[in-house]
Nanobody, 117 residues
């Protein structure tokens, strides 16, 4: 079991930056993988970035080169650094985790990111 709480969303101008945080209720080294997802108005939920227990990362093409996923095991937190933000990045961003032998999925409640001038 793990509880996830996202923070760091807000309103930012195009070209700006935000850092999202996903705080987990247990040591994240025990989590098989974590990811950031987003759901924009009128669109399906999209996988943005993932990080595995071993530290391997992957990104959606739409954010590659602009977003960076990272973790701080001591703080039980995964981050999403978002740079060069575009209006198309506007969405609710949610963190999830895969835990246990069966990769059970757990979700946070999400944080709103709005990119607008």
């Amino acid at each position: 079991q793990v509880q996830l709480v996202e923070s760091g969303g807000g309103l930012v101008q195009p070209g700006g930056s935000l850092r999202l945080s996903c705080a987990a209720s247990r040591n994240i080294f025990s989590i098989n993988a974590m990811g950031w997802w987003r759901q924009a108005p009128g669109k399906e939920r999209e996988l943005v970035a993932t990080i595995t227990r071993g530290g391997s990362t992957a990104y959606a093409d739409s954010v590659k080169g602009r977003f960076t996923i990272s973790r701080d095991n001591a703080k039980n937190t995964v981050y999403l650094q978002m740079n060069s933000l575009k209006p198309e990045d506007t969405a609710v961003y949610s963190c999830n985790a895969l835990l246990g032998i069966s990769n059970n999925v757990y979700w946070g409640q999400g944080t709103q990111v709005t990119v607008s001038s």
